[in-house]
């Protein structure tokens, strides 16, 4: 019955996949739609997306339960049965997100990710479902991932913010630098004309100057890409929630340590043992924690902030990804 039933897990999954790079799509069109229109109307394109990425999240939904129901446990003993949970979970965080605010934005960088990881997970990660270890029979398995996979997923939104807040923030610096250059210009030109109504005996004689105006902008005329940043939030906003989301993803990932040490305590009696994992989870927060603080009484603002948060994202991939597969220690139920 479990092998039937990892099989029709495995199948939702990859439908699951299928209709995220369907939403995958229909993100990249809208996005397209909206730099050719310098618009930020919600086209059909974008609509679809939205349908296709709900609707790709329940069948994920139904892929993970059944997984659960084969294994007989909670589906997140092994990488595979995590990233398919996790990855879930992002999906689920970015479309209740989105409901409070704007982010079609993002559509393509989540549906991506989703996309990747569950190809990385059924190609590489894939195990038959099986029982879990002794020591990981508790309460606290529940507690403990659940926390660490919302703590990721909100991470990874505020990664996804953070990149595009580097490209709004480069547009705007080249718009700055654009009408500078124009202001050059025009008092280029006026100084030109000053000198050439002296010349004629007060009468100007110059050609009309040419104002500063707006359609000479790389919003406007920078290209496809300088259309569709036009259409997103600023800089500021981005900033701003590229923030919240991540004050959110750094509680979840306190509270990852908190009961991790507590679960410890319970399993191997003592809260911390230097295990590898213990100490890349404890980075990730340092880094977060550090982000936050500079963020908040440092000035950080701008690049510096958002790559911090690209780097703390990258170091949560890294726990994960090489952590897992390639270091030993307590923490080795990869099942790979």
Do not use: C
């Not at 605010?101 to 479902?129: D, K, Q």
């Amino acid at each position: 019955m479990s092998t039937i039933l990892d099989e029709w897990s495995y199948i939702a999954i990859l439908s699951a996949a299928g209709i995220y790079v369907g939403a995958f799509l229909a993100f990249s069109f809208d996005m397209a739609r909206r730099a050719s229109q310098e618009s930020n109307a919600h086209t059909r394109s974008g609509k679809i997306a939205v349908a296709l990425t709900w609707l790709g999240m329940v069948v994920h939904l139904a892929g993970v339960v059944l997984r659960g129901i084969a294994a007989g446990v909670v589906p997140w003993a092994t990488m595979y049965e995590f990233t398919i949970t996790a990855t879930w979970m992002i999906a689920v965080v970015y479309l209740v997100v989105s409901l409070k605010v704007e982010l079609r934005y993002l559509g393509v960088f989540v549906t991506g990710l989703l996309v990747l990881s569950i190809a990385v997970a059924t190609i590489f990660f894939w195990r038959p479902s099986a029982t879990l270890a002794v020591s990981l029979r508790s309460y606290w398995l529940l507690i403990h991932v659940v926390v660490a996979m919302l703590g990721t997923a909100f991470f990874a939104l505020g990664a996804g913010v953070a990149v595009m807040q580097l490209l709004q923030s480069r547009r705007e610096r080249a718009v700055v630098r654009s009408r500078a250059a124009q202001a050059s210009e025009v008092a280029a030109d006026l100084g030109e004309a000053a000198y050439q109504a002296t010349a004629a005996g007060g009468v100007n004689t110059a050609t009309e100057v040419r104002p500063v105006t707006e359609q000479s902008e790389p919003s406007r005329g920078g290209g496809r890409m300088a259309r569709l940043l036009a259409s997103l939030p600023g800089t500021d906003r981005l900033e701003q929630l590229t923030y919240r989301v991540n004050i959110i993803g750094f509680v979840f990932w306190t509270f990852t340590l908190i009961f991790g040490a507590l679960w410890a305590q319970k399993a191997w009696g003592r809260y911390w043992g230097w295990d590898v994992k213990e100490v890349w989870t404890f980075i990730i927060w340092t880094i977060y924690a550090g982000y936050l603080h500079a963020h908040a009484t440092r000035g950080w603002r701008g690049d510096r902030a958002a790559w911090l948060a690209i780097v703390g994202f990258l170091s949560v991939i890294f726990n994960f990804t090489i952590v897992n597969i390639f270091f030993q220690g307590w923490h080795a139920y990869s099942g790979l």
